[in-house]
């Protein structure tokens, strides 16, 4: 027995929303392939990769703000890592924008992911924004470069 559908075809509507989701989508298919070409080359082939989708400096931190990798070299001050270490100790486990400013204590906005090894936060991936605000490919590389398939600890 077929199922009749009661709408038309997705994005049949509205065709520019359409357009969005395909670009997005060839965009995660991209991302996958780089993470996949990445895979099993250490946390900083994964860092590396978040800057190269991005263009945004890319930088891995530790629960203590210390500095464990960053793309480019030196784009991200320690005193920065070490504010956002701060800043991030008393938020939730999910990807989240923070301002920059004063009260936060960074220069730039960032994206930050938390980094779980068995259930427990270890540090954060982070991207700071240079020039460009963050798009919906950003939290996609940044959810991607953060699972567990891809950052995985010793």
Same mark, same amino acid.
């Given at each position: 027995m077929a199922? %009749?559908?009661t709408s038309g075809p997705v994005g049949h509507d509205d065709p520019e929303g *359409?357009?969005? $989701?395909?670009r997005l989508l060839a965009a995660r298919l991209v991302i996958e392939e780089r993470f996949a070409a990445a895979s099993g080359r250490g946390l900083a082939a994964a860092v590396r990769c978040c800057h190269e *989708?991005? /263009?945004v400096p890319a930088a891995l931190v530790d629960g203590d703000g210390r500095m464990v990798c960053q793309f480019p070299v030196d784009a991200i001050a320690q005193g920065? $890592? *070490?504010a956002l270490a701060r800043t991030l100790k008393s938020r939730e486990d999910t990807a989240a924008p923070l301002p920059a400013g004063p009260a936060a204590g960074l220069p730039r906005r960032v994206l930050a992911r938390p980094v779980l090894h068995d /259930?427990? %936060?270890i540090g954060w991936l982070i *991207?700071?924004? %240079? /020039?460009?605000?963050?798009?919906?490919q950003s939290h996609v590389v940044i959810d991607r470069a953060g699972s567990p398939r891809t950052l995985v600890m010793p």
């Open positions: 199922t %009749r559908m *359409l357009r969005a $989701a395909n *989708l991005t /263009g920065s $890592a *070490l /259930g427990q %936060r *991207l700071e924004e %240079r /020039g460009t605000t963050f798009d919906p």
